[in-house]
């Protein structure tokens, strides 16, 4: 069976060998406060600064998942107001879950078929919140729409939800605040652990709050990092992997390249099929990272019975697109063989 959910999707298949590895070496049992956790922990955020291009003075922490990251950044990173741009079900619920804990939260809502429009902020807002990659409908924040947004707003701080896309294509590090994502979308790795990545301005900013009332208070946590600590005990197998697959992969420029080709193609058989069509039309806002095909109810249903029969794990539509979509992660961790395969299979059956 090979998934093709965008998220928990199909794990890289080194995973049981990088896992025998660290229990071998004793890394299973080590102290979070050791000599050898630091080294991991200092090991880890280099190769995943060299692979990523991340820059060099940005902070790296990590975090159960990207759940909790929507609760750090309310509770640790701004005061005042945050303004939320989604078009869909995750960015929307970064939103709600601001709003419990913060009254200045604000949302705006935008079609998914097109672009966020960052002119209806007025002033320097506090914090500006975007999903890069909307899992539920396919859709993505354009590079050059952060690199503009980050040069019109350069007084505020923009936090960027790339669940679905961190590690799977070039993103504008330096453009934004705050990026995160979990590691079970285009990271390939076992669920329960994220990655946030952060600015020097930020860490600043955040040490200056100083906001300590939860065990997750982004500024206890920067603390330790700088001692190359948790402020719990952490996911030391989840760290450990992360690094074991970021030595094995590509530069992300590389790993781009073959996420846009392979998006391409697909996006290719799709519009030739009679039975199928992309959610999204317009090209410049479609995910390169999660494809969403739209078709009749009844061809939605049979998609997911013969995938299932014939191998494969096709994502559900999600929330109200249940029934007329469904979904396909295109996420490194897949091989070329295995989507060609998915791809006959659709050919032939539909
Ligand atoms: C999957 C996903 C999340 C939630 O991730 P968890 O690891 O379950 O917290 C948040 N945002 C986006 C865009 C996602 O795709």
């Known amino acids: 069976m090979v998934s093709f959910y965008p998220g928990p999707s199909k794990v890289d298949e080194r995973v049981p060998l990088w896992t025998r590895k660290a229990h071998k070496a004793g890394l299973l049992s080590a102290n979070h406060r050791s000599p050898e956790f630091e080294k991991l922990y200092r090991e880890t955020v280099k190769i995943l600064k060299k692979r990523l291009n991340i820059p060099l003075d940005y902070g790296v922490f990590f975090t159960s998942s990207a759940t909790e990251c929507w609760e750090i950044i309310a509770q640790s990173v701004f005061v005042g107001e945050s303004c939320h741009f989604f078009n869909g079900a995750f960015g929307e619920k970064w939103f709600n879950y601001t709003k419990k804990l913060k009254s200045g939260a604000r949302g705006y809502e935008f079609e998914p078929d097109n672009r966020p429009d960052f002119d209806q902020l007025s002033g320097n807002p506090e914090l500006i919140c975007l999903t890069q990659n909307e899992t539920s409908n396919g859709t993505q924040v354009p590079y050059s729409d952060i690199v ?82 948790t402020s719990y005990t952490p996911n030391v197998l989840g760290i450990y992997l992360l690094g074991e697959l970021m030595k094995s992969r590509q530069r992300i420029s590389v790993v781009s390249e073959t996420t846009n080709r392979r998006m391409a193609s697909w996006v290719n058989l799709v519009s030739n099929h009679s039975s199928f069509d992309m959610l999204i039309s317009n090209a410049q806002v479609r995910s390169d990272t999660v494809l969403v095909v739209k078709a009749p109810s009844g061809v939605v249903s049979e998609v997911h019975v013969k995938s299932l029969e014939s191998g494969f794990v096709l994502g559900r539509g999600y929330g109200d697109l249940r029934d007329t979509t469904f979904r396909v992660a295109n996420f490194p961790t897949l091989k070329d063989q295995e989507i060609e395969r998915l791809k006959a299979f659709l050919k032939t059956h539909f």
């Open 148 to 229: 503009e947004l980050h040069s019109a707003f350069p007084e505020s701080l923009i936090a960027i939800d790339a669940t679905s896309s961190m590690a799977g294509i070039r993103l504008p590090i330096s453009a934004g605040d705050i990026w995160y994502a979990s590691v079970q979308k285009c990271f390939g790795l076992p669920a329960g652990m994220a990655v946030m990545i952060c600015s020097p301005r930020l860490i600043d900013r955040v040490k200056a709050q100083a906001e300590n009332n939860h065990y997750n208070s982004l500024a206890f946590i920067i603390q330790n990092a700088e001692r190359f600590q």
